[in-house]
């Protein structure tokens, strides 16, 4: 091991999503990489990014990747689905640093949970028309069907925090059941925001066996072993819980730490706002 690989896995892990959702990817993270540091930025300034077209996503994820390059990175996680969908190519041909995306992880657990190959794909609307997850899916697995499906009222339910109860219920109902009812026996929460609504959906459908995948988990596991395979995890250097994580956004900083509290399941202590150029 040379002095300059030593320093090079000391540095932090970027993560970024457009908003608040991406903390459910940082929390599979911190869980599964105790050694590591990460900064992540919410581009809450321009969230959502679901409803907008591929070329103003790919601005905004660059506009992101730049500021986290700048910071210092060993490594990049694009933890928003739909940027992951629009941007990733682009991004991964632009940066010297390794790039993971969301989508990959996601669509290979899948491959690897269903039985039946009948498998249901959720997401924003920008993820679904992206076929993203299609396109992996049918590249390894071309027997496997999918039933996309775009659940946009989600995204606003779970920031208002309205994940259980009659009204997330009959929402959920209503954009799954044409799903469930094609026999899938593997449900992919393809947003960053979904897994929030698991119990929900869970219960909804209690009497149908369907296997819920989750991006999150899956992209912590890849991150896992692609630091292990290229030596860049950090060793035996303790750091303390709070000084693990910095966070940053492009707008509401106290919004962020309230509602991130409840993504995050503990206490966002600071949060910096900064202001990043898009028309690059
Ligand atoms: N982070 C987005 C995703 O996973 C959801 C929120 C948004 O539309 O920006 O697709």
């Given at each position: ?73 060993k490594l990049l996680i694009i933890a928003c689905n739909t940027a992951s969908s629009f941007a990733l190519d682009t991004i991964r041909k632009e940066i010297n640093v390794p790039v993971i995306g969301v989508v990959e992880p996601g669509a290979k657990a899948v491959i690897k949970k269903t039985k039946n190959k009948r498998v249901g794909i959720i997401g924003t609307e920008g993820t679904i028309s992206s ?150």
């Amino acid at each position: 091991m040379t002095n300059s690989n030593l320093q090079y896995r000391d540095l932090h892990i970027g993560v970024f999503d457009s908003g608040i959702g991406g903390l459910t990817v940082l929390a599979e993270l911190k869980k599964n990489l105790p050694n590591e540091k990460f900064y992540y930025l919410g581009d809450t300034a321009r969230v959502p990014y679901g409803t907008r077209s591929p070329e103003t996503v790919i601005r905004y994820a660059r506009s992101c990747t730049n500021f986290l390059i700048k910071k210092g990175i060993k490594l990049l996680i694009i933890a928003c689905n739909t940027a992951s969908s629009f941007a990733l190519d682009t991004i991964r041909k632009e940066i010297n640093v390794p790039v993971i995306g969301v989508v990959e992880p996601g669509a290979k657990a899948v491959i690897k949970k269903t039985k039946n190959k009948r498998v249901g794909i959720i997401g924003t609307e920008g993820t679904i028309s992206s076929q993203s997850y299609e396109k992996v899916i049918k590249n390894i697995a071309s027997d496997i069907r999918i039933f996309p499906k775009a659940c946009p009222l989600f995204v606003p339910l779970v920031e208002e925090g309205w994940t259980e109860g009659e009204i997330p219920s009959l929402v959920v109902s209503e954009y799954l059941t044409p799903i469930i009812e094609e026999g899938i026996d593997t449900l992919l929460l393809a947003c960053t925001h979904y897994p929030l609504l698991k119990r929900t959906i869970k219960n909804t459908f209690k009497e149908f066996s369907v296997e819920i995948v989750d991006s999150a988990e899956e992209t912590a596991v890849e991150v896992v072993n692609l630091l292990q395979s290229c030596n860049l995890m950090r060793k035996d250097i303790k750091i303390s819980n709070e000084n693990r994580i910095e966070y940053f956004v492009t707008d509401a900083p106290e919004k962020f730490k309230k509602i991130g509290n409840r993504f995050l399941k503990e206490n966002i202590e600071y949060v910096e706002w900064i202001d990043i150029p898009v028309n690059i």
